[in-house]
């Protein structure tokens, strides 16, 4: 869901600069049961509260390293499509801090206070004031007045720049270059 916001907006402003929501049926997707995969272990491990069910600890975050494995092979696969390798770049951001804090991506106690949670463990992301690789860890929230807000990392920064190049490059959004006499403002 932290990517729902992002790919919103691209949308929003590749139909402003004239794109075409069709071009991303055409997306040459390749492998797309990774994607599809990946999401369903996400789900089993990190269940929406709604769900009948939910995940111990230690199996959830096997699943959830057994996902991130499959999107990164999903990634390769696709690493032609513009934006992919943005995304793979802040996956591999997110992944460097999981496994240097043994399987938790880390949230400061601030940003998980500031996003309404009030455990030390809130899915993926453990409260702690000492990560390693502090600079990689959730560290923001998102505003509460936004659906399902949540925290995110640098690598979430950059994984969502890169799905919002996906959806721009896909929808064929040219940018306007200035003419040649004119000059920058």
């Known amino acids: 869901m932290a990517l729902a916001l992002p790919v919103v907006a691209a949308l929003g402003l ?3 600069l004239g794109g075409r929501v069709g071009g991303l049926a055409r997306l040459p997707l ?9 999401f369903a272990l996400q789900l089993l491990a990190f269940p929406f509260e709604f769900l009948p069910w939910s ?3 230690t ?8 996902s991130y494995g499959l999107l990164i092979v999903a990634a390769a696969l696709n690493a032609r499509i513009a934006g992919v390798p943005i995304v793979a770049a802040g ?13 938790s991506m880390p949230v400061l ?3 998980m206070h500031s996003a309404g949670g009030d455990h030390t463990t809130l899915n993926n992301s453990t409260a702690t ?4 690789i502090a600079w990689l860890v959730d560290r923001w929230a998102a505003p509460d ?3 399902l807000a949540n925290v995110f990392s640098v690598g979430d920064v950059v994984i969502a720049v890169g799905a919002v190049v996906i959806v721009l490059s896909a929808m064929c959004v040219r940018l306007p270059r200035p003419s040649r006499g004119s000059t920058p403002v």
Request: no cysteine.
């Open 145 to 147: 007045w936004i659906p």
């Open 30 to 38: 390749r492998a797309t049961w990774l994607f599809l995969a990946a």
């Open 129 to 132: 004031s000492d990560p390693q």
């Open 91 to 103: 996956m591999l951001l997110n992944l460097s801090a999981i496994i240097a804090n043994r399987g």
């Open 55 to 57: 995940t111990d600890q």
């Open 109 to 111: 106690p601030e940003a």
């Open 59 to 66: 199996p959830a975050t096997a699943l959830w390293l057994v």
């Open 14 to 16: 590749g139909l402003v």
